[in-house]
T-cell receptor
Framework: DAGVIQSPRHEVTEMGQEVTLRCKPI?????LFWYRQTMMRGLELLIY????????DSGMPEDRFSAKMPNASFSTLKIQPSEPRDSAVYFC???????????????FGQGTRLTVV | AQSVTQLGSHVSVSEGALVLLRCNYS??????LFWYVQYPNQGLQLLLK??????LVKGINGFEAEFKKSETSFHLTKPSAHMSDAAEYFC?????????????FGTGTRLQVTL
């Protein structure tokens, strides 16, 4: 498996524009997580899904942020409208279901570095 | 709820010296504990995990960690540091109990290795 794949790797956008980040989890994993990493706040969990259903979105900072998982192999994180304070590295991670050897281990993508100017 | 506290945001060691990165956890249920490493411009990579089996856990690149329930600690060690170990290290906890759940990360410790 190629691991968790995120696109784009880098995104520069102007304030007010819509930004969509994409993630393809590892095949067979049924948990998917979106994290945000900044110098000030470290790693923050934004939202996570189980079997394509959002379980906990309490970390989503504002209504400008939304996430979807239309199927088991694809998820998006959308920011609309974007603001300079949204600049961060956004990571997607996936993990395997209970009972398997890697229980609880999250596998991370390479991240998307977002810059909002 | 679970949380972890990493003591020391920056640690500097000489090449060949012992590496000790500290992590204390808080959990209302038996925890699963993890150490991840992040190299520059990369995602996080699993170093090792504790899931209620052996309390001394060995990971990749010569790292190991010991789960001490009495001290609520899960410190990461390596007997001899190498220049390639320079990275940021994150301790994380999840609820365990047979269900995969969200990981809660510490604030990270940046390891610097000097000649």
């Amino acid at each position: 498996d190629a691991g968790v794949i995120q696109s784009p790797r880098h995104e520069v956008t102007e304030m007010g524009q819509e930004v969509t980040l994409r993630c393809k989890p590892i095949s067979g994993h049924d948990y998917l997580f979106w994290y945000r990493q900044t110098m000030m706040r470290g790693l923050e969990l934004l939202i996570y899904f189980n079997n394509n259903v959002p379980i906990d979105d309490s970390g989503m900072p504002e209504d400008r942020f939304s996430a979807k998982m239309p199927n088991a192999s694809f998820s998006t994180l959308k920011i609309q409208p974007s603001e300079p304070r949204d600049s961060a590295v956004y990571f997607c991670a996936s993990s395997s279901p209970p009972g398997q050897e890697n229980l609880g281990v999250a596998f991370f993508g390479q991240g998307t570095r977002l810059t909002v100017v | 709820a679970q949380s972890v506290t990493q003591l020391g945001s920056h640690v500097s060691v000489s090449e060949g010296a012992l590496v000790l990165l500290r992590c204390n956890y808080s959990s209302s249920v038996p925890p699963y504990l993890f150490w991840y490493v992040q190299y520059p411009n990369q995602g996080l990579q699993l170093l090792l995990k504790y899931t209620s089996a052996a309390t001394l856990v060995k990971g990749i690149n010569g790292f190991e960690a010991e789960f001490k329930k009495s001290e609520t600690s899960f410190h990461l060690t390596k007997p001899s540091a190498h220049m390639s170990d320079a990275a940021e290290y994150f301790c994380a906890v999840s609820g365990g109990g047979g269900t995969a759940s969200k990981l809660t990360f510490g604030t990270g410790t940046r390891l610097q290795v000097t000649l």
